[in-house]
């Protein structure tokens, strides 16, 4: 009865080079959403997939962040040409048909780090 | 626009002490209000929702909240801290029947012996 899974934990990349994080939501959902922790500030949307559609990546920036969940496999977020200010807690949460914000599961998150 | 604050940055609290965890809103109409958890190593970890109704509500944890319209208030309390409370706390607002959720910047609890 796994949780929403996130993986690596912990990712640290040099100036230039990609990330690539992923999520498997819980088991039955088909709902996923990306949201970005900066230092000292709340979790900000960024993404809200389903199965092989992007619903709505208005908080996604417009250059080298891309997000996508395939029929097949968890979902990921990539960022290209990480720069320092992409250092942030990445939080991937799911939800079931028809539960949108009320009910919610987040994974543990993805600490990013650009040296 | 629509806004989440929490005015507190960091609290430290007795263990056995009571605590309260301040939480502000700015919205257009009355949101869903929730309060998440995160311990050390974990995924935030719901404490507790309001919707509508009754305007005390309680969680898990032995955590409670009371959502105050007048003041656009939904504050967090507990009657007395155990040592494994030390954790980041989350109040988070969301439109009804919407995905999004808006998050205050977190309030990190230390609890002393």
């Known amino acids: 009865n796994a949780g929403v899974m996130q993986n690596p934990r912990h990712l640290v990349r040099r100036r230039g080079q990609e990330a690539r994080l992923r999520c498997s939501p819980m088991?039955?959902?088909?709902?996923v959403y990306w949201y970005r922790q900066l230092p000292e500030e709340g979790l900000k949307f960024m993404v809200y997939?389903?199965?092989?559609?992007?619903?709505?990546e208005s908080g996604m920036p417009k250059e080298r962040f891309s997000a996508e969940f395939p029929k097949e496999g968890p979902s990921i977020l990539r960022i290209q040409q990480v720069v320092r200010g992409d250092s942030a807690a990445y939080f991937c949460?799911?939800?079931?048909?028809?539960?949108?914000?009320?009910?919610?599961?987040f994974g543990s998150g993805t600490q990013l780090s650009v040296l | 626009a629509q806004s989440v604050t929490q005015p507190d940055i960091h609290i430290t609290v007795s263990e056995g002490a009571s605590l309260e965890l301040r939480c502000n809103y700015s919205?257009?109409?009355?949101?869903?209000l929730f309060w998440y958890v995160q311990s050390p190593g974990q995924g935030l970890q719901l404490l507790l929702k309001?919707?509508?109704?009754?305007?005390l509500v309680q969680g898990i944890k032995g955590f409670e909240a009371e959502f105050k319209r007048s003041q656009s208030s939904f504050n967090l309390r507990k009657p007395s801290v155990h040592w494994s409370d030390a954790a980041e706390y989350f109040c988070?607002?969301?439109?009804?029947?919407?995905?999004?959720?808006?998050f205050g910047a977190g309030t990190t609890v230390t609890v002393r012996a």
């Open positions: 949460a799911s939800s079931a048909p028809g539960q949108g914000n009320e009910k919610l599961f």
């Open positions: 088991k039955g959902h088909s709902h």
């Open positions: 309001y919707f509508s109704g009754d305007t």
């Open positions: 988070a607002v969301g439109l009804p029947a919407d995905y999004k959720l808006s």
């Open positions: 997939l389903q199965k092989e559609n992007i619903i709505d």
């Open positions: 919205y257009g109409a009355t949101p869903y």
